[in-house]
């Protein structure tokens, strides 16, 4: 004999923690915002299309507006030049943001070490994950996916203040 809310409502019901069901849906529902300067956006695109479907995990609606996002995939080479562009792009996302630094120019440069090129975009933005490659294979980018995936049903709270303060890139104050 069922006592309480299950006596009304039979298996309709389904009982959990607030932040267990908000990380449930933020999981399943990531907006990417796609920072695409080289062939390493070629490789993004492969991963949107009908092999690999990137819908699977929730991601397929991707974003043109910062402020509709919740992931950034930097995907290329980035340049001093772009560096004020991506930091401002990247203020104006809502919490909680996530990173993904894709190929080897996004995460260390690449093989450009010159005085143009940004030697990883970490000295601009914090980043979450990093996935390597020249250019990085469209698994590589679903993998990063899952893992962000997974730190965001294990380890956040929607409590928890998730803006790292601590971080300094070159064009914060």
């Known amino acids: 004999m069922a006592v309480g809310a299950e006596a009304v409502f039979g298996e309709s019901v389904i009982t959990t923690r607030l932040d267990t069901a908000i990380n449930w849906a933020r999981e399943s529902s990531m907006w990417p915002y796609v920072f695409g300067t080289a062939c390493c956006a070629i490789e993004f695109m492969s991963v949107a299309s009908s092999k690999h479907d990137i819908s699977r995990f929730g991601a397929e609606v991707v974003r043109f507006s910062p402020r509709q996002a919740d992931l950034m995939?930097?995907?290329?080479?980035?340049?001093?030049?772009?560096?004020?562009?991506?930091?401002?792009?990247?203020?104006?996302?809502?919490?909680?943001?996530?990173?993904?630094?894709?190929?080897?120019?996004?995460?260390?440069?690449?093989?450009?070490?010159?005085?143009?090129?940004?030697?990883?975009?970490?000295?601009?933005?914090?980043?979450?994950?990093?996935?390597?490659?020249?250019?990085?294979?469209?698994?590589a980018l679903l993998d990063a996916l899952i893992h962000i995936q997974k730190k965001q049903k294990e380890n956040e709270s929607i409590l928890k203040d998730r803006v790292n303060r601590d971080f300094k890139g070159h064009y914060d104050e």
């Not at 792009?89 to 120019?105: F, H, L, N, R």
């Open 73 to 139: 995939i930097v995907a290329g080479t980035v340049s001093y030049k772009q560096a004020p562009i991506l930091k401002q792009i990247y203020d104006q996302m809502t919490e909680p943001k996530w990173v993904i630094s894709m190929g080897a120019c996004a995460c260390s440069g690449g093989f450009y070490d010159n005085y143009t090129t940004l030697q990883g975009i970490d000295e601009v933005i914090p980043v979450d994950v990093y996935v390597s490659g020249c250019p990085p294979r469209p698994e």
